[in-house]
């Protein structure tokens, strides 16, 4: 959320996070309801085919966590929600 700041304030627009799920990114994209996407998202050859994929500016790999105890274990699954984003002049 902080790069999308950043960049809507150079680039003089104001910007307006988007609470969207994960199968919703896409269609949010090219439907124009968002105007780009900030997401941990891999650029596989079907997304690419559909909109444009910026160079990627991290790589996090594989990574290793200790087992949790069960009491630390949340009881209700926690749905995956992303940002989007929209700007405005």
């Known amino acids: 959320m902080e790069l999308a700041k950043l960049m809507a304030q150079e680039m003089g627009v104001k910007v307006v996070f988007l609470d969207l799920d994960w199968d919703g990114l896409l269609p949010a994209l090219i439907s124009?309801?968002?105007?780009?996407?900030a997401a941990d998202m891999t650029p596989t050859l079907a997304r690419a085919t559909k909109v444009a994929f910026t160079k990627p500016f991290m790589y996090v790999g594989p990574v290793a966590r200790p087992k949790k105890e069960p009491s630390s274990i949340p009881q209700t699954p926690v749905k995956r929600r992303v940002q989007g984003s929209r700007f405005y002049s």
Request: cysteine-free; proline content about 0%.
């Open 32 to 37: 124009g309801k968002a105007d780009l996407l």
